[in-house]
Nanobody, 121 residues
Framework: VQLVESGGGLVQAGGSLRLSCEASNRIFRGDAMGWYRQAPGKQRELVAD???????NYADSVKGRFTISRDDPKNTVYLQMNSLKPEDTAVYYCHAVLEPRTIEASYVEVWGQGILVTVSS
């Protein structure tokens, strides 16, 4: 499975962007999908994820502003980002932990290539 992000770019503070991440193969309800980000000089951090049963988890810094969602028939996960701040500037990575596809298989972790989001003040 490959993950391809889109929707990044430059936006003014207070604006909105929606990131999309499309998987090259079918995703299933048991697959955990999420978004991480890495700002210059900082470690990669979790932004939001969605696990089995639609359980969501958000970083405190984005709660109330960002929303993660997924459309499994389209093999796509989204990150709606509202009220953006300059400190949201980072490369955003799509992340997946895929449940085993066969009895013999294991969980597989996959990363997208990343997409830049720049928020100007």
């Amino acid at each position: 499975v490959q993950l391809v992000e889109s929707g990044g770019g430059l936006v003014q503070a207070g604006g909105s962007l929606r990131l999309s991440c499309e998987a090259s193969n079918r995703i299933f309800r048991g697959d955990a999908m999420g978004w991480y980000r890495q700002a210059p000089g900082k470690q990669r951090e979790l932004v939001a994820d969605m696990g089995r049963g639609g359980r969501t988890n958000y970083a405190d810094s984005v709660k109330g502003r960002f929303t993660i969602s997924r459309d499994d028939p389209k093999n796509t996960v989204y990150l709606q980002m509202n009220s953006l701040k300059p400190e949201d500037t980072a490369v955003y990575y799509c992340h997946a932990v895929l449940e085993p596809r066969t009895i013999e298989a294991s969980y597989v972790e996959v990363w997208g290539q990343g997409i830049l989001v720049t928020v100007s003040s």
